[in-house]
């Protein structure tokens, strides 16, 4: 089986940073396009951004400028820079990796993080 661990949320000033982080694993074999979706209470999950395997990105309109998507493949990790943070980024973040174990790729999620932005 596979798991998606995230961290690094917390909760920050307007303007600030916060960076977090999501690990897979498990019986990995092979890993594609892994993602960062965020639901703010009331409101359906968004997508962030995203990244396949080969470093292609993808940002959602309302982040672009402000935050980066990377991935350290040999570690099977992926990360989320948020940079001068807003109250609207408020939300709870999830890890999303679309995952090949022994048999064809999976969606897999993980558990999410709290990103509370507030003076």
């Known amino acids: 089986q596979v798991q998606l661990v995230e961290s690094g949320g917390a909760l920050v000033q307007p303007g600030g940073s916060l960076r977090l982080s999501c690990a897979a694993s498990g019986s990995i074999s092979r890993i594609y396009t892994m993602a960062w979706y965020r639901q703010a209470p009331g409101k359906q999950r968004d997508l962030v951004a995203s990244?396949?395997?080969?470093?292609?990105?993808n940002y959602a309109d309302s982040v672009k400028g402000r935050f980066t998507i990377s991935r350290d493949n040999a570690n099977n990790t992926v990360y989320l820079q948020m940079n001068n943070l807003k109250p609207e980024d408020t939300a709870v973040y999830y890890c999303?990796?679309?995952?090949?174990?022994?048999?064809?790729?999976?969606?897999?999620w993980g558990q999410g993080t709290q990103v509370t932005v507030s003076s």
């Open positions: 990244i396949t395997s080969g470093g292609s990105t």
């Open positions: 999303h990796g679309f995952i090949a174990t022994m048999s064809s790729p999976l969606n897999y």
